[in-house]
Nanobody, 117 residues
């Protein structure tokens, strides 16, 4: 079955950086559109960034110019480089495969990112 495993979360000071990874198995990764989501306490889950099979990317306005989504197809892995982190970025971050409309289909278990101010 399809499995997505996130890693790389942790505690970082405001202004710092983290890189999240999402290892994907059980599917042909190069055919999967992918996305990162996050959910902060008491808030709805929001989509942070997407990357299509061809490499086209899109970002939420709140993270544009600070976060970079990428994929390494030979390694079946997606990344989220997060720079200039703010306290508002504190959340559980999830990776997901998406359908052609950008709707999430399968989820990872999430990784906690905490930014101290």
């Amino acid at each position: 079955q399809v499995q997505l495993v996130e890693s790389g979360g942790g505690l970082v000071q405001a202004g710092g950086s983290l890189r999240l990874s999402c290892a994907v198995s059980g599917t042909i990764f190069i055919f999967e559109n992918m996305a990162w989501y996050r959910q902060a306490p008491g808030k709805q889950r929001e989509r942070v960034a997407t990357i299509a099979t061809g490499g086209t990317t899109n970002y939420a306005l709140s993270v544009k110019a600070r976060f970079t989504i990428s994929r390494d197809n030979p390694r079946n892995t997606m990344y989220l480089q997060m720079n200039s982190l703010k306290a508002d970025d504190t959340a559980v971050y999830y990776c997901a495969t998406t359908d052609g409309l950008g709707n999430a289909r399968r989820w990872g278990q999430g990784t906690q990112v905490t930014v101290s101010s």
